[in-house]
C-alpha cells in the first residue's frame, strides 16, 4: 500500500530540482494562507456577516411593524430611514415575485435567506444581491402590500473582506516571486554542470566551463573540472603514444620494401609485400581507433552536406542516398564522416549495392544503410562491435583490418549520445539502423 502511494507521489510530483525546491518553498506559504483564510472566514467573517445580516432584518421587521402600526404618516417614515439609514423604502400593490433572485453559492446569499426565512416565513421574501452593485433589494409581503428596500450592501456583507484577501495574497506572490529569483540563481549552476557534463560525455572538450554557485555545488563543480581535464589529458597521451609508434614502425616498414624491391626472388617479395602492407593497415586501424577521442570541436552538422562530401569521395556509383528532410545537428563531423563512410566501404566491398536513408523520427535523425552484401549472423550482432574481433564465416567485415571497424563506428555513435544496431536488410545483407539526436 504504502509502495504505491510512494509511486503515486513520485509520478505527480515534478522531476527537476527547480520546481520541487520551489514546492518546498512555496508549499508551506500556501498552506498556511489557506489555513489563516479558513480561519478568518470561519470564525470572523461568518460571524460577523451573520450579526450584520441579522441586525439589517431586524431593522427591517421593525419597519414593517411601525408601518403596520400607523399608515397615515408614510413619507415623515421613509424620509426618516433614508436620511438616518441610507434606506430606499417603497410601498405599492404589485404582484410579489415568484422567480427567486438570489445565487445558490453565494455566503451572503445563504446568511440572508437564513435570517429572511426564520423572521418573515417562507414565500413571504424575495431578494437580490446581484440586480445592482452595491446595494440589495428586498421585498417583503405585508398583508395586501408589498414594503420594497433598497439598502447599502455593506449592511448585509462585512466590507473587510476584500482589503482581507489582497493583504493575505499579494504578499504571498511577492515572497513567492523572490523564492523564484533566487532558486533560478541557485539551480542554473546546477544547470551548467549537467551540460558540461553531458557535453563532456559526447566527446566535446569543455574548456569554457567554471565553477559557481553555493560552495558544494563549486566544490563538484570544480571536481568535475579537474576529471575532465585528467581524461583529456590521458586520451591525448594514449593518441601521442600510437602516433609516435605509428611512426617509428612505419620508419622500418619502409625500409623493408626498399629491400624487397631490389631482391631477385619475386614470388618472396610479393609474399613478403603484402605481409609488410597488411601491417601497415594494422598501424593505421590502431591509429584511426585512438583518434576517434582526438581534439574536434562540436559544430552544426547538414546531413545532406556531409552525406554530399561522402559520396564524392567515395565516388562510386552503388552508393546512393535519399532525404526525406534536411535535417541539422550538432556533432564532430570528421568523426561522423569517418564512421559513415567505414560503413559505406564494407558494404561495397562485402555487396554491390549500398543505400542510405535519412529521415527524423521524433527529436532524432534515423540514418539507415543497406546493402545487398551476405550479411552477418543475428548471434555475432554484439561480437562484431567488440575491438580487434575478426568474423571467419559469411561476411568478414575485417579482412583488410583487425576488427576495429565497428568497434569504432560504435564508439563515435554512442559518444554523440546515438545507438546503433544491426538487422537483416530488405536488399538481403545487412541493415544497419542509426539514431542521433538533434
Do not use: C
Not at 210 to 235: C, T, V, W
Not at 402 to 414: C, K, M, Q, W, Y
Amino acid at each position: 500500500m504504502f509502495s504505491g502511494l510512494n509511486n503515486f507521489i513520485k509520478i505527480i510530483l515534478p522531476k527537476r530540482l527547480f520546481y520541487r525546491a520551489l514546492i518546498i518553498v512555496a508549499a508551506p506559504t500556501i498552506i498556511l494562507q489557506i489555513i489563516i483564510t479558513i480561519v478568518f472566514y470561519d470564525s470572523i467573517w461568518i460571524k460577523a456577516n451573520k450579526n450584520t445580516t441579522r441586525a439589517l432584518v431586524a431593522q427591517l421587521k421593525t419597519i414593517e411593524e411601525i408601518y403596520q402600526n400607523d399608515k397615515k404618516n408614510l413619507d415623515f417614515f421613509t424620509d426618516s430611514y433614508k436620511n438616518n439609514f441610507n434606506f430606499e423604502i417603497g410601498i405599492n400593490n404589485d404582484t410579489f415575485p415568484t422567480i427567486s433572485g438570489e445565487r445558490r453559492f453565494s455566503p451572503m446569499d445563504r446568511s440572508l435567506r437564513r435570517e429572511l426565512k426564520s423572521t418573515f416565513g417562507n414565500n413571504n421574501y424575495w431578494f437580490s444581491t446581484s440586480k445592482f452593485k452595491n446595494a440589495v433589494e428586498i421585498k417583503i409581503k405585508s398583508e395586501n402590500e408589498v414594503i420594497e428596500f433598497l439598502v447599502p450592501k455593506e449592511l448585509v456583507s462585512a466590507s473587510s473582506v476584500r482589503l482581507f484577501v489582497l493583504w493575505t495574497t499579494l504578499p504571498s506572490i511577492v515572497l513567492i516571486v523572490i523564492a523564484l529569483i533566487f532558486l533560478k540563481n541557485q539551480t542554473r549552476p546546477l544547470v551548467n554542470l549537467a551540460k558540461a557534463a553531458e557535453r563532456f560525455g559526447k566527446g566535446d572538450y569543455v574548456n569554457d566551463f567554471r565553477p559557481s554557485g553555493a560552495q558544494e555545488i563549486r566544490k563538484a563543480a570544480y571536481e568535475f573540472d579537474r576529471m575532465a581535464k585528467r581524461i583529456n589529458r590521458h586520451l591525448n597521451q594514449r593518441s601521442e603514444m600510437l602516433s609516435g609508434i605509428s611512426h617509428d614502425l612505419r620508419t622500418p616498414l619502409t625500409r623493408l620494401k626498399l629491400q624487397l624491391a631490389m631482391v631477385n626472388q619475386k614470388d618472396l617479395s610479393k609474399t613478403m609485400s603484402n605481409d609488410i602492407d597488411e601491417m601497415e593497415r594494422m598501424l593505421n586501424d590502431y591509429l584511426q581507433f585512438a583518434k576517434t577521442q582526438s581534439q574536434e570541436r562540436t559544430v552544426e552538422i547538414k546531413l545532406s552536406e556531409l552525406f554530399s562530401e561522402i559520396k564524392q569521395n567515395i565516388n562510386n556509383d552503388n552508393f546512393n542516398v535519399s532525404f526525406e528532410e534536411n535535417l541539422t545537428l550538432k556533432g564532430r563531423p570528421v568523426a561522423l564522416k569517418r564512421s559513415f563512410e567505414n560503413i559505406i566501404n564494407n558494404g561495397l566491398i562485402y555487396g554491390q549495392r549500398v543505400f542510405a536513408k535519412i529521415q527524423k523520427s521524433p527529436n532524432r535523425a534515423l540514418i539507415i544503410f543497406e546493402d545487398d552484401g551476405p550479411g552477418i549472423p543475428e548471434d555475432q550482432y554484439k561480437n562484431v562491435f567488440k575491438p580487434f574481433y575478426r568474423l571467419d564465416k559469411s561476411r568478414s567485415l575485417n579482412k583488410s583490418g583487425v576488427g576495429l571497424g565497428l568497434a569504432i563506428v560504435e564508439d563515435v555513435i554512442n559518444s554523440h549520445g546515438g545507438n546503433i544496431q544491426l538487422g537483416k536488410s530488405k536488399l538481403g545483407g545487412l541493415q544497419v539502423k542509426i539514431n542521433l539526436p538533434f
